[in-house]
């Protein structure tokens, strides 16, 4: 029984690395993006040993499962004998094999394979399977001991030879627990990548090849945000460390004070850093030990270092999780008052399970006035004796990240759940107009896509009486301006990273809003004006972009993070 566990185990490895291959070669770049996705999550977690992840890894943790599933349902059932039996247990072993893969592959976050690829051998799967079990039927009519443990081993030794090869030249990724390890970056090479196809919003009108990363410089494990403040340069880690301009300039460290992703996993960390521009404080936001979604506020000393025994908690929200904080925090020219976002605190697995993104007297899903109470929202509610929150400017959204104001407008970017990723733009006039919030519908809504949710918990509230939102949410929410789906055909796009605007009248970029994607590493050049979008590829350069600003003193250059710990100085084409 061993023996045919064993021989069943190697076989379905042997398939699986042969089909992950395949999948592997079809697209280097999906490749890289999805392993160097894996690598990121045993670091997070920091995962004790070192050692490579590569097709034999996945195939391994696919065939286990495999074998213990078969080995449960099919081998002890089937009957060779009776046709019914076989066709039977064919089409099990095909959605068997189906789940395991599709659902490992998913867990394991690796997306966008070659769909062609992918159905040919879950169709070869069940033939090749019951040949297998076929053999191993008939080594056990054999009654020759040596001819039936012969052929074992000569399955065996080949089955292991093939599978040692392939090991020794399969391509891996080194997972390994030194924060010293930093991935090479091609400093000064111009990308002329040709743009994956758009699947989006029909504004997309242009790609433009020609990126330039002129400058790569290491600050920490891992980066979470930068930040502009008067021609300085503020570099966020994910610890809780400021750093102003360079690594040697330690400008804040409150790493005592933060739960941050890399001890903890999920997204915690240091999220944000806005200045008062009139009054000597900063505000910064980050989780806290205890998991709240802390806003600090520190006053600076006439040198514009900050005074360590002034600080003052100004909110805490609490999460349930260590997932879709945002802490986006932002000073607000037009309403003269610094601007809050708040994720909705939900984790990916449940999407729909936290409504409170619709609700008008919960903070989650919104984006606040952190002083001002000045919004005047309908009631949506549990119940007619809530307060609806008048520091409310939007609600109904998921996790955005780093919203962007410029004159009357404020760029809202609110990444998707499972297939869509959202650019909000709204004009701020309109609020001050009605001082009703923006809505933007999530989770009723995720972009375009609506999720035809029945809520019955959260109510709209009018005369005391509780009525149905659904309709409200339907008629009232507002459509984004860019949106593109996930699975494009070539690239896959998940987690929009928003950014800033070229002010320079000089740049043919004067007026566009650039920001990135996560995973696709795709910087995006919107021209709002004109309702222009172009795509402007960057390629695999071994991390991902985890922000972006403009750079304060240097022409058509981006400032951009990496969840691996770089600032990159990025030359717009």
Known sequence: ?????????????????????????????????????????????????????????????????????????????????????????????????????????????????????????????????????????????????????????????????????????????????????????????????????????DNYTDCVTGLIVIEAENFSQSLNNVIVYKDKIYILDVFGKIFRNQKSDLFLDISKSVLNRVDSSGESGLFGLAFHPNENYFLVSYSDLENNLTVEKFYLDSDMNPLLDTSKIVLRIPNSINAHYSGSIIWSNYFNDFLLSVGDMEGIEAPYANSEP?????????????????????????????????????????????????????????????????????????????????????????????????????????NNLGTSINTYVLENSIKPIIFYKHQAPENFRAAIIGGGVITDVNSKYYEHYIFADYLSNELFAYDFINNKLKILPFGDFGAFITSLTIHPNKFDIVLATTGTGNLLQIQLP
């Open 1 to 201: 029984m061993l023996v045919k566990i064993i021989l069943i185990f190697i076989t379905v490895l042997l398939f699986n690395n042969s089909l992950l291959n395949r999948l592997f070669e079809k697209n280097i770049n999906i490749t890289k993006t999805n392993l160097i996705n894996l690598q990121s999550d045993f670091l997070n977690i920091g995962f004790p040993i070192e050692f490579e992840i590569g097709t034999i890894f996945i195939s391994i943790v696919i065939s286990l499962m495999v074998t213990l599933l078969v080995n449960y349902f099919i081998v002890s059932s089937i009957d060779f004998q009776n046709p019914i039996s076989v066709i039977k247990n064919i089409v099990n072993i095909f959605f068997i094999y189906s789940g395991a893969l599709l659902s490992i592959l998913y867990f394991l976050r690796m997306f966008n394979f070659s769909r062609g690829i992918l159905l040919i051998y879950l169709f070869l799967f069940p033939i090749l399977l019951f040949i297998l079990l076929l053999i191993n039927n008939y080594l056990a009519t054999v009654t020759s001991n040596i001819l039936k443990y012969g052929l074992i081993m000569f399955l065996f030794f080949t089955a292991s030879f093939y599978l040692f090869s392939q090991i020794r030249t399969t391509s891996n990724v080194s997972i390994s627990s030194d924060e010293e390890e930093i991935p090479f970056l091609d400093i000064g090479i111009n990308n002329s990548e040709n743009c994956a196809i758009w699947d989006g919003s």
């Open 358 to 462: 619709l609700s008008t007297s919960s903070p989650r899903g919104k984006i606040l006035f952190l002083n001002k109470n000045i919004s005047n929202p309908d009631l949506l509610a549990e119940s007619k004796n809530s307060n609806f929150r008048k520091d409310i400017l939007a609600f109904g959204l998921r996790n955005p990240w780093k919203t962007f104001e410029y004159k009357n407008l404020l760029f809202v970017p609110d990444v998707g759940f499972s297939t869509e990723e959202e650019l909000n733009i709204v004009n701020l006039d309109e609020f001050k107009d009605t001082k009703k919030p923006y809505l933007f519908g999530w989770p009723h809504f995720e972009g375009t896509i609506e999720n035809n949710i029945k809520f019955n918990e959260i109510l709209l509230f009018e």
